[in-house]
């Protein structure tokens, strides 16, 4: 028989064996560590990135918002701006021109103005002329109403001015009608015109427009409504219109 301590004697001994989980759970543990950190690192930068984008996204979006705000303004303010230069070039233009036509204006009114004066010396010389009635215009205004203008003109000798009132009616037939005038005096050397409005009554149609001057020599002055021509003889109308004659006296 084999010697069986001798064997025994040989073999190494063999230490008792550790379970396996128990001896890598410190590993395992690093390593679950490790992944936890590494994912929640990620996902913290990720999420700064993230929320940085967003911000920067939207920063430029109001950015270009506000830019094309500023350029459909700065748009307008061109627009306005050329009308403006416009409406200036043409305001200096028509100031240029109305300068003009004030300059030439002046000029001729001058000459006018110089004209006049050597026909009065000469009519002076010549006797002067008496107080008359130069001119009558009548213009039409809406809703029924008048303009009247009377030129008066008188060039005296002695240089004498000229005083007294004008009364200005209107003849239909018997009827005589008297025109309110804002101002019937006169005062004046050579010239004065004596301009004013009146509203004509409701189916009152004259025939005659007459001017009566009360001065120093009366003047009294007829005119056809119609066709404003003057009536050169008036004693023969003397007789249709008795309302005139009796305001006369």
């Given amino acids: 028989m084999p010697n069986t301590e001798t064997n025994t004697a040989s073999q190494p001994a063999q230490l008792p064996k550790k379970p396996f989980m128990k001896g890598s759970m410190p590993l395992m543990l690093g390593g679950v560590v490790l992944c936890a950190g590494s994912m929640l690192l990620g996902y913290t930068v990720g999420h700064r990135q993230g929320l940085t984008v967003v911000g920067y996204d939207a920063d430029a979006e109001q950015l270009v918002d506000v830019v094309q705000k500023q350029k459909t303004s700065l748009n307008a303010l061109n627009k306005s701006l050329n009308a403006a230069v416009q409406e200036k070039d043409v305001a200096v233009a028509n100031s240029n021109d109305l300068f003009e036509a004030l300059t ?41 109403a008048y303009e009247y203008q009377i030129d008066l003109v008188q060039v005296s000798s002695n240089r004498r001015r000229a005083t007294g ?41 004259p025939q005659y427009i007459e001017i009566r001057v009360n001065g120093a020599t009366p003047v009294i002055k007829r005119f056809s409504w119609a066709r404003g021509k003057p009536i050169d003889n008036t004693a023969a109308f003397a007789a249709e219109v008795p309302q005139a004659e009796a305001n006369a006296k």
């Fill in 104 to 144: 030439k204006a002046k000029a001729e009114k001058e000459q006018v103005e110089g004209m006049s004066t050597i026909y009065r010396e000469v009519l002076r010389e010549r006797g002067g002329l008496s107080l008359t009635i130069q001119n009558l215009a009548v213009k039409a205004l809406p809703e029924n």
């Fill in 165 to 205: 009132s004008v009364e200005i009616r209107l003849i239909n037939g018997t009827e005589v009608l008297t025109i309110p005038m804002e101002d019937s005096n006169f005062n004046f050397d050579d010239i004065e015109r004596l301009t004013g409005r009146w509203t004509m009554p409701k189916g009152f149609n």
